[in-house]
T-cell receptor, first 115, second 111 residues
Framework: GAVVSQHPSRVICKSGTSVKIECRSL??????MFWYRQFPKQSLMLMAT?????????EQGVEKDKFLINHASLTLSTLTVTSAHPEDSSFYIC???????????FGQGTRLTVV | GEDVEQSLFLSVREGDSSVINCTYT??????LYWYKQEPGAGLQLLTY?????DMKQDQRLTVLLNKKDKHLSLRIADTQTGDSAIYFC???????????FGTGTRLKVLA
């Protein structure tokens, strides 16, 4: 199946700093990528839909100025958590679709810890 | 909005069958999926079913879909300790790969 690579897998940052997470489709082009967030022992919640070449579409309650999404190419979307706080500590996971399959392909996830 | 519910916990003995249930509200769901998540890890797609199907079997896994009741189940035959994980159902609507995930069921397999 298609491969989606997410980097880094783990990151620890200080409160107030920004962190960038990358999501790459390695062997296919993805016009759309999705970013999810998973708090400990909870389900995955869709944060935003990342559209190549246009602005991301954010779900209700997700601050677009805090979670900056850039989808500059057909194989890369980035999520930047700006001015991170401990409550932003979570598991962030992306998915991408080629438009040709029945399912989206998920990255391995990034565990963000803000101290 | 759409809602996908699962029971939180299930405990079974090794060798028994496990049945994990899921209910959803979105009648426009096209595909329904089952994912497995082990501690600290990402998602592993187990199987999926198209909304016009009633059943799908894949080795130890059997998916049943009752579209009228909006009920989906995953049966794992001969459950093993390696099956211990959290299982998520998810649904998507036609033309989109945007997933709505269920609340997750933590399966514990007792040796």
């Amino acid at each position: 199946g298609a491969v989606v690579s997410q980097h880094p897998s783990r990151v620890i940052c200080k409160s107030g700093t920004s962190v960038k997470i990358e999501c790459r489709s390695l062997d296919f082009q993805a016009t759309t990528m999705f970013w999810y967030r998973q708090f400990p022992k909870q389900s995955l919640m869709l944060m935003a839909t990342s559209n190549e070449g246009s602005k991301a579409t954010y779900e209700q309650g997700v601050e677009k100025d805090k979670f900056l999404i850039n989808h500059a190419s057909l194989t890369l979307s980035t999520l930047t958590v700006t001015s991170a706080h401990p409550e932003d500590s979570s598991f962030y996971i992306c998915s991408a679709d080629s438009g040709l399959n029945t399912e989206a392909f998920f990255g391995q996830g990034t565990r963000l810890t803000v101290v | 909005g759409e809602d996908v519910e699962q029971s939180l916990f299930l405990s079974v003995r090794e060798g028994d069958s496990s049945v994990i249930n899921c209910t959803y509200t979105d009648s426009s769901s096209t595909y329904l999926y089952w994912y497995k998540q082990e501690p600290g890890a990402g998602l592993q797609l187990l199987t999926y079913i198209f909304s016009n199907m009633d059943m799908k079997q894949d080795q130890r896994l059997t998916v049943l879909l009752n579209k009228k009741d909006k009920h989906l189940s995953l049966r794992i035959a001969d459950t093993q300790t390696g099956d211990s994980a959290i299982y998520f159902c998810a649904e998507s609507s036609s033309g989109t790969y945007k997933y709505i995930f269920g609340t997750g069921t933590r399966l514990k397999v007792l040796a």
